[in-house]
C-alpha cells in the first residue's frame, strides 16, 4: 500500500462532502506532474485530505483509493473549466482514480503543526513553490502524520 496527499478547497469539495457522498472521482487535475502520480495510484492506497486555500489549511482526514486509471470526464465536457480540446475518448490526456471516505479527523492537523514536525525533504507539501494538489508520502512520513493525529 502507498499514501498520497491529495488537496482540495473545501468551499469546492471538502471531507464532509465526501463524508456525505461516501465516493467520489478526484477530477479537475491539469498538472502533468500530479496526472503521472494520480495514474500510479493502486487500488487500496490511502490518501490524506487536505484543505488548501483555506485559514488554516491542512489535513483533514482519510481516504481510499478504490478505483483506478479513470479517464476524467471533465476533459471532454466544453462546459467544463476543465475542458481540454486536445483530448478525445480515445486518447485522453488527463487520468483520475475514485476515492472514498476513510476517516475524518477529530482535529485538524495544520500546515504549520506539519512544519513543527517534518521538513521539506520529507514531505513534498512543505517544500517552498510547491503548488502540487497530488504528491506521494513515504510510508514512514505518513505513519508519523497517522500518530500525531492520535497526539494531544
Known sequence: MNYWLLKSEPDVFGIDDLKKQKTTIWDGVRNY??????KAM????????YHSSTEPPGIVGLCKVIETHLADPSQFDPRSPYFDPGSTVDNPRWWTVRVGFVEK???MLTLELLRQNFSPDELILL????????????????ERIIALKASR
Do not use: I, Y
Not at 506532474?33 to 494520480?38: I, S, T, Y
Not at 517544500?127 to 505518513?142: C, E, H, I, Q
Open 42 to 49: 493502486q487500488v487500496g492506497d490511502l490518501a490524506f485530505f
Open 127 to 142: 517544500r517552498r513553490g510547491n503548488r502540487l494538489s497530488v504528491m506521494p508520502v513515504a510510508t514512514d512520513v505518513a
Open 33 to 38: 506532474q500530479a496526472r503521472n502520480f494520480l
Open 105 to 107: 479527523f477529530e482535529r
